[in-house]
């Protein structure tokens, strides 16, 4: 587990979380429950992903997957114990001064971002699309599910640790989620193409060997980056509707939006 979490990455999702947490003037300390959740489901997903049975990748972030460290049955147990544990650690916001009808909410996102509506099922519809063409609709309904979700909990996590309640403001953060969500998967399609595996930490091209639909196949690399752009250019317009000002958040979404693997 431990090998599992403290490889490296980009811990973007807990990122979010302190960046929209910070913007409300939360103290560092009642968002880290759910930045420690979010970050321990992302990395239960990914020790799963890697698997033969999933996409049979024997690199991530750099290093051998947990099944190549370690044997496939300690994988699937390590993946089972971190999301388990991101539940263990996100019930303890109720010790941070959050209420618990708040916390009860929170479990609630987190798990349904994680399920059949979210990764679970993302992964499930990803897996089926392999040597299958499928449309572009299709292709966002997999992004959206497999990536967006748990990048939109992130966002609404902070949002409500930080004690927001105005539901038509979380909708819009959510809805901003989605869109940074879909841009970083079809960024995920550009890279897999462009970039080395040195650079991405994990295997290039291995959309290509799993025979999977991706944007830039569907369309082209630059018509890929144009969605990309678009799709941050909206978010930009959303977050002016909001009434507070969301400095860091754009610090993070610029950082996505100009990121090389």
């Known amino acids: 587990m431990h090998y599992a979490v403290f490889n490296g990455g980009k811990r973007l999702r807990p990122a979010l979380t302190y960046a929209i947490g910070l913007d409300l003037n939360a103290p560092i300390e009642q968002l880290n429950p759910s930045a420690g959740a979010i970050e321990l489901i992302h990395c239960y997903?990914?020790?799963?992903?890697?698997?033969?049975?999933?996409?049979?990748?024997?690199?991530r972030r750099g290093k051998p997957s947990c099944h190549k460290e370690f044997t496939e049955s300690t994988a699937i147990l390590t993946g089972n114990a971190l999301q388990s544990l991101a539940f263990e650690v996100i019930a303890t916001a109720i010790n941070h001064n959050?209420?618990?009808?708040?916390?009860?909410?929170?479990?609630?996102?987190?798990?349904?971002?994680?399920?059949?509506?979210?990764?679970?099922?993302?992964?499930?519809?990803?897996?089926?699309?392999?040597?299958?063409?499928?449309?572009?609709?299709?292709?966002?309904?997999?992004?959206?599910?497999?990536?967006?979700?748990?990048?939109?909990?992130?966002?609404?996590?902070?949002?409500?640790?930080a004690g927001l309640t105005n539901t038509q403001e979380i909708s819009i953060l959510?809805?901003?989620?989605?869109?940074?969500?879909?841009?970083?998967?079809?960024?995920?399609?550009?890279?897999?193409?462009?970039?080395?595996?040195?650079?991405?930490?994990?295997?290039?091209?291995?959309?290509?060997?799993?025979?999977?639909?991706?944007?830039?196949?569907?369309?082209?690399?630059?018509?890929?980056?144009?969605?990309?752009?678009?799709?941050?250019?909206?978010?930009?317009?959303?977050?002016?509707?909001?009434s507070f000002n969301t400095n860091k958040l754009q610090e993070i979404f610029h950082i996505i939006e100009s990121r090389k693997k």
């Open 45 to 59: 997903s990914l020790v799963h992903d890697d698997l033969p049975a999933m996409d049979d990748d024997d690199l």
């Open 98 to 161: 959050i209420p618990a009808t708040t916390v009860i909410i929170m479990i609630n996102k987190l798990a349904y971002a994680g399920g059949v509506f979210g990764m679970g099922g993302g992964q499930a519809l990803d897996i089926a699309a392999e040597n299958t063409v499928i449309t572009i609709e299709e292709l966002e309904t997999i992004h959206q599910l497999k990536t967006g979700e748990l990048i939109s909990a992130s966002i609404v996590l902070g949002a409500l640790s």
């Open 174 to 242: 959510a809805k901003c989620a989605q869109k940074v969500g879909l841009a970083y998967q079809i960024q995920d399609d550009i890279l897999d193409i462009t970039a080395s595996t040195a650079t991405l930490g994990k295997q290039a091209k291995s959309d290509i060997t799993l025979n999977k639909s991706t944007y830039p196949q569907l369309t082209s690399i630059n018509c890929a980056q144009q969605k990309v752009d678009q799709l941050f250019k909206e978010t930009k317009q959303l977050l002016h509707k909001l």
